[in-house]
């Protein structure tokens, strides 16, 4: 049974930071690009970050470019998500994911394993 599992959100104010986690496990996903996405009521799905399968690229949204860190430990197989600055509008549910490929991706299509969020909400 294949499960992507976050952790590490909460209520926090603006300008500070958490860091979310995302364990996996029932397989490995070594050779796989992993991504961090999040949702707000009534909207899509959105990009937050990348990273390829080595960790040696990662890619950002304009909106988290500079503010958030995404980082890989395959020994351990965890996905990380270092969220500085946080804004109200950062508030959201974040979900962790798996592409189907090795490469970094902003593209949800690109991803088939998906976790079940953690809400991260910012006040103001």
């Known amino acids: 049974h294949v499960q992507l599992v976050e952790s590490g959100g909460g209520l926090v104010q603006a300008g500070d930071s958490l860091r979310l986690s995302c364990a996996a496990s029932?397989?490995?996903?070594?050779?796989?690009?992993m991504g961090w996405f999040r949702q707000t009521p009534g909207k899509a799905r959105e990009f937050v970050a990348t990273i390829t399968w080595n960790g040696a690229y990662t890619y950002y949204s304009d909106s988290v470019k500079g503010r958030f860190t995404i980082s890989r430990d395959n020994a351990k197989s965890m996905l990380y998500l270092q969220m500085n600055s946080l804004k109200p509008e950062d508030t959201a549910v974040y979900y962790c994911a798996a592409a189907r490929g090795a490469r970094a991706t902003g593209s949800r299509g690109d991803y088939n394993y998906w976790g079940q969020g953690t809400q991260v909400t910012v006040s103001s």
């Open positions: 029932g397989r490995t996903f070594l050779n796989n690009g």
